[in-house]
């Protein structure tokens, strides 16, 4: 166990050095880190709680994502018997369900099985549960009732949830922020933490908007007036303008043209005739040919721009758009255009997000905490380098070198995982100190007893780092198994914590059995030791 060759040591000590060598670039200013290679620029991202910043938790409008669930069915109960050529009246959505009268005549079973069709099984084809997404009943006259299942409506708002993590996360990411936090927590909420951002107005106005965009046409054939008295054609929606175009009101077709799924990009500009901002788009290979022949068969004709229910513009069609990109004018400012860019780049969330919490930590309480963390750091690190110099002497200091190693090996991990510190991961790298000396002091402890038992310097010293490491692996494992369970199952600063203590755990195996080993071979080689220190 004490014999190293050259090769060995010189791999050791490579390892050593290479990964507390990622741990330099926390030691030096941004701006000096910024002008280094790329992967040279990886280091510890100070958490919410260490540099402030904002947090936010959202909730997924559920009622919101139930109406769009019925108004799909409905949709689709409408194709379905179109497709089919069944006559129906008074389709219609009421309360939970949607309700469609067979014509008489109609052939009730072909339409109950066409019907059926759309009632899916939830959990897909590999782990179906049973439960379908629809229960189709029949009544009298012809009457048929289509019930949105709850399971199903669980199974849609967890997609929702899903989709709009992903959304959030693109347009957290397109305000330049540094390492945001978004999660998951609970069935229909997103957990949002952006260190460093002081001023959370613009981080909301992001994200409290769904960014729907739509392409229709202006119905210039019915009354405006007579719709805002109340009387709006069935194939018609009566719209208006923001608030600060005067909230006009629109007659729009219902029928969309183009939507926002169509687009692969928008960028913020200035109108070359004008100035004003705007928002340049283009459509993908679908989006391009459907907004071509909409623009081909109605030249001459308004059409609406379309953001979350309200008309941002209204430009009437001089020419056919065949390029399959345009532009967006509204008044914008120019912070108006860039996140109007931002919200059409990262697309449309599938429900509203309603913000239910919100805090924002400030940078004098993150400097405080970082403060009281180096203190606590500090003493307990002195008390443990003065306990293990009073107990164990010279390999006292040994277990001291191979402690320091191991701190700066865990800054060199998270620095290269690009990780983020936050308080309890602080704690992690204290409790982290304490159970690197442990490992120590148990293969010291076995020595001395191996002393007591007659065996020679050399024989104690080997066996004692040999017997010992049974034990130390053993308990090392059981404690990683704990952090990884923490990490799986915890959110936030648990999972930082989970974070710290498994890549402490890992180093300090690797100095107990490769540092401090190598240090007492090195002195026990030196000095031929008739008798040993401990």
Not at 191 to 204: A, E, H, I, S, Y
Not at 509 to 525: E, I, P, Q
Request: proline share 4%; with cysteine.
């Amino acid at each position: 166990m004490l014999y190293f060759n050259r090769w060995k040591t010189l791999s050791i000590l490579l390892t050593a050095l290479i990964v507390c060598l990622f741990a330099v670039p926390n030691f030096f200013a941004e701006s000096t880190v910024d002008k280094w290679p790329k992967w040279a620029q990886r280091h510890v991202v100070l958490g919410l709680d260490l540099q402030g910043g904002s947090h936010l938790l959202l909730e997924v409008d559920s009622n919101a994502v139930r109406k769009e669930k019925l108004e799909t069915t409905r949709d689709d109960v409408r194709r379905v018997l179109r497709e089919a050529r069944i006559g129906y009246t008074g389709l219609a959505v009421r309360g939970q369900s949607v309700e469609v009268r067979l014509r008489e005549g109609t052939d009730q079973q072909q339409a109950l099985t066409k019907l059926r069709e759309l009632s899916q099984p939830l959990g897909g084809v590999l782990s179906s549960t049973g439960q379908r997404s629809l229960d189709i009943t029949t009544e009298a006259n012809g009457l048929v009732r289509l019930a949105v299942t709850e399971p199903a409506i669980q199974e849609r708002i967890r997609q929702s949830v899903d989709q709009s993590i992903q959304i959030v996360e693109r347009r957290v990411n397109e305000l330049g922020t540094v390492e945001p936090l978004i999660q998951r927590q609970g069935a229909d909420r997103i957990l949002v933490q952006v260190p460093g951002l002081q001023d959370p107005t613009r981080l909301k106005e992001l994200l409290g908007k769904t960014a729907k965009l739509d392409f229709r046409m202006v119905d210039q054939t019915n009354s405006v007036e007579q719709a805002v008295q109340g009387r709006v054609p069935g194939e018609d929606e009566l719209l208006y303008a923001p608030q600060k175009q005067g909230r006009q009101p629109y007659l729009i077709e219902k029928r969309v043209l183009v939507s926002g799924g169509d687009l692969t990009d928008a960028q913020p500009g200035f109108d070359q005739r004008t100035s004003e901002p705007i928002v340049s788009f283009r459509f993908n290979t679908s989006g391009a040919r459907k907004f071509a022949q909409a623009t081909q068969e109605n030249v001459g004709r308004p059409f609406a721009i379309i953001l979350d229910n309200e008309v941002i513009s209204a430009p009437v069609i001089r020419e056919p758009i065949l390029g399959g990109s345009g532009q967006i004018s509204g008044n914008f400012t120019v912070q108006q255009a860039n996140d109007l860019a931002i919200l059409l780049r990262a697309g449309a969330l599938p429900a509203p997000l309603t913000i239910i919490e919100e805090r924002t930590v400030g940078p004098g309480l993150g400097q405080d905490s970082i403060e009281k963390g180096k203190l606590a750091s500090y003493v307990g690190a002195l008390w443990v380098v003065l306990f293990m110099l009073v107990t164990y002497g010279l390999f006292g200091l040994f277990a001291n070198i191979a402690v320091a190693i191991n701190v700066a090996m865990i800054f060199g991990v998270l620095s290269l995982l690009n990780a983020t510190l936050t308080l309890p991961g602080i704690a992690g790298i204290v409790l982290t100190v304490g159970i690197a000396v442990d490992s120590n002091v148990l293969i010291y402890e076995r020595i001395r007893e191996e002393i007591r038992a007659g065996r020679t310097p050399i024989n104690a010293l080997d066996a004692g780092f040999s017997r010992a490491l049974a034990t130390i692996l053993d308990t090392n494992i059981t404690t990683f198994i704990a952090a990884a369970v923490l990490f799986f199952i915890g959110t936030g600063p648990v999972r930082g914590f989970a974070v710290t203590f498994g890549v402490g755990i890992i180093t300090t195996v690797f100095t107990a059995f490769t540092v401090t080993r190598l240090l007492t071979a090195a002195w026990a080689r030196w000095r031929r030791p008739k008798f040993i220190p401990i």
